[in-house]
């Protein structure tokens, strides 16, 4: 299964390298020249114990690519994650949601049909409805689903958290007109590795 992760920072490396550990291939989006020069050369802009380990070895396995465009990303892609920032706003300490809007708004400007777009970053309830929003307005003749698979990673325990969790936990549009089937789907059998584990897989919606 073809993946595309927006967002080459903390939440973006992890859960790529740990994705294409599962056996998926994980094209990386990301924008800066010089965190990608990095990235394409085998070099981590962040530490996390275990990652370099991991990265790498996926990396040489070809499940790891790496580009600056969310058009080239998402070429074959079954499913976009979006893992760009969300920084507080000074004054509020409200999570600052335009980096997560803009993404939103390029990928419907290349989206193909049957899309899963995927919120990993750390969001508020309603962002999802707002994602959905902005591509129906922009497509509104694209088929695509919205789902949110939020992270819980502790940083020095990212890898573990991520391979084996007690729990995974997927949001669902069941407002949808296929009730967050399709999207259930793919990331049912994204995270299918899990089932060895006897991971429990939380659905809501």
Known sequence: MRITIIGGGYVGLVSGACLAAYGAHITLVEKDPERL???????LPIYEPGLEALFSEQKAQKRLSFCATIEEGLRGSKAAFIAVGTPARRGSGHADLSFVYDVAKDIALTAQNDLVV???????IGTGREVSSILRTLRPELRFSVASNPEFLREGQAIADFMNPDRVIIGLDRNSPDKGLHAQKLLTTLYHPLHTLKTNLFLWG
Do not use: A, D, M, Y
């Not at 020069?37 to 070099?43: Q, V």
């Not at 995927?118 to 508020?124: A, D, I, N, R, Y």
């Open 37 to 43: 020069k990095r990235l394409e050369i085998g070099e």
């Open 118 to 124: 995927v919120t990993k970053s750390t969001v508020p």
